[in-house]
């Protein structure tokens, strides 16, 4: 099997808010993309094999003091490279040409004069691109054309055609660029010379031979949150090592309606997972009964999980290897891409933190993933489209849902509605143009009627948010006509609930979750 890493892509972060957007592009087109820090020797770059190297943009100007530089060995190899604003910024500099900061710069969209159709514009339709810079190019040097020019006469593409060296003032990664996709596609495949054999299907492969090398005749522990990340790592291991992956899934008794026997029927009937389902369910609601602080809820969940995890883990007898679903923004946020390459445990795991004191060699299957291949890795693997496409869900569960004390009648409660509503997003084919929705339950009783009779009950809100990553997010303008299915079947079937709220609360200033 070739190498899928091969003629690749290295990015060197110059700081841009669109690193991370690059690297996911050049992946959409099947080109393996890897971020890496702008000191990065070229030995280094060279010795992983890329078929090309884009330089990123970033905040500074490249006579800031400190402005972050790069090896410059880069322009004596014949490596070809895309220099994406600031990263063009450095292209043209370092050979001869002229950056200066005249003007006021541009920002957002603009409209380009394409010179030559060929090379970086072959096949370019529209002329739209999106701009972010102050800096631009005054003095075009040897050996380099001007491609394109922006309508405020700046110059926006050039390229070195005898070093195969292309630079845009441009964000060709931005979505706002219409056709910037097929910009890197005509740099990736047609100047340079990468292998679009990033695929879910090899990597499978390369996945299960890798695990196989690793774990050997070891056995593995799988621990599965019914988060799709998770949930593919146990369908990845049981296709590497079989039964010798021992999934392991608590639930706490906080989870969605049917959420536990939906992930294990998937993967246990759909897949053939050796996965086994705990109930500590009352365990955790001893623990949490009488609690209110959100933070002291939060604490009692995440401990619990902890101790029933080492309990369970030590009942299966020896396992060396543990393997969980870190990604990649993982990895780049713990300091990979800043050249920290070492293995952490991570203590943001999505079920809530494992035991310090476990020692086990980790295996980390999705680590060089986007969230998005792994959901095609996961379809790939046959895992159900239900439980791919499932919005994320916190570790505490309803735990973080139920404001005050956590009960079991408040807990029915909360599934049942919370399951009419996501049955309704589904009905009217909204599920898929949210990022998470979810409902929660607020143990205030307000007065209602329901045909002759006078009502007493909780309030439900509602929420539904867009976001990339869950720093951000901006509230879902749901239709109205779905808003009112949802309140009156919710208010009329679920015995508990007599009035529905919808949370209109971005974040910044909210936060996603109620607690
Ligand atoms: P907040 O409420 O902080 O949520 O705006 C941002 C995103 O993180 C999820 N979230 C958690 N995920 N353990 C998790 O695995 C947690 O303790 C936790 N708290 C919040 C939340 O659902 C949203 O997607």
């Not at 110059?14 to 959409?28: K, N």
């Not at 450095?90 to 005249?102: C, D, F, N, R």
């Not at 409902?439 to 439900?460: A, C, F, H």
Request: hydrophobic letters at 40%; one cysteine or more.
């Amino acid at each position: 099997m070739s190498n899928i890493y091969d003629r690749g892509v290295v990015i060197l972060d110059f700081g841009s808010q669109y690193t991370q957007l690059i690297a996911r592009r050049v992946r959409e087109l099947n080109v393996y993309s890897f971020i890496l820090p702008p000191e990065t020797s070229m030995d280094k770059i060279l010795s992983l094999n890329p078929g090309a190297l884009i330089l990123s943009g970033g905040p500074s100007s490249i006579y800031d003091q400190n402005a972050p530089d790069f090896d410059q060995k880069i322009l004596d190899i014949d490596l070809p490279t895309l220099g994406i604003c600031y990263g063009l910024h450095l292209l043209i500099h370092y050979s001869g040409g002229k950056v200066s900061s005249k003007g006021t710069g541009e920002y957002g969209f603009a409209n380009i004069n394409i010179f030559e159709t060929e090379n970086l514009f072959k096949g370019i339709k529209s002329p739209g691109v999106w701009m972010s810079h102050g800096d631009q190019v005054t003095k075009v040097p040897k050996g380099w054309d001007v491609l394109a020019e922006s309508s405020n006469g700046v110059i926006a593409a050039m390229m070195n055609k005898s070093r195969s060296l292309v630079a845009t003032q441009f964000h060709p990664e931005v979505h706002h660029t219409k056709d910037g996709l097929k910009m890197l596609e005509n740099f990736l495949l047609k100047i340079a010379d990468c292998q679009p054999n990033w695929t879910a299907g090899n990597f499978i492969n390369e996945q299960i031979e890798k695990i196989r090398n690793f774990v050997g005749d070891g056995s593995v522990l799988t621990g599965v949150s019914g988060g799709v990340d998770s949930t593919v790592v146990a369908a990845l291991l049981h296709k590497a090592v079989g039964n010798r992956s021992h999934a392991v899934i608590i639930d706490h008794g906080l989870m969605r309606k049917n959420e536990v026997s939906e992930c294990v029927d998937a993967l246990s009937d759909g897949l053939g997972v050796n996965i086994h389902a705990y109930d500590e369910s009352k365990i955790f609601l001893s623990k949490l009964k009488g609690v209110l602080d959100p933070e002291k809820k939060r604490k009692i969940i995440g401990n619990q999980f902890i101790y029933s995890f080492d309990r369970i883990a030590l009942s299966l007898g020896k396992i060396e290897f543990l393997a969980q679903g870190t990604l990649y923004p993982d990895k780049i946020e713990s300091g990979v891409s800043k050249g920290n390459t070492s293995h952490v445990i991570k203590s943001h795991h999505n079920v809530g933190g494992l035991p310090e004191n476990m020692e086990f060699k980790l295996v980390e299957p999705l680590d060089k993933l986007f969230k998005d291949e792994v959901r095609k890795v996961g379809r790939e693997l046959g895992l159900p489209s239900k439980l791919i496409n499932r919005h994320p869900f916190p570790g505490p569960g309803l735990g973080v849902r139920i404001i005050g004390e956590i009960t079991q009648e408040r807990i029915n409660i909360l599934q049942k509605a919370d399951r009419i509503y996501m049955d309704i997003l589904l009905e009217d084919n909204i599920y898929d143009k949210i990022w998470q929705a979810f409902s929660v339950l607020i143990p205030v009783k307000t007065v209602g009627v329901m045909g002759d009779q006078r009502t007493y009950e909780n309030l439900l809100a509602i929420r539904a948010v867009n976001s990339t990553d869950g720093m951000t997010a901006d509230w879902f303008d749901m239709p109205s006509e779905t808003l009112s299915k949802i309140s009156r079947r919710i208010v009329n079937s679920v015995r508990g609930i007599n009035r529905v709220v919808y949370d209109i609360t971005s974040k910044p200033p909210g936060t996603i979750e109620w607690e």
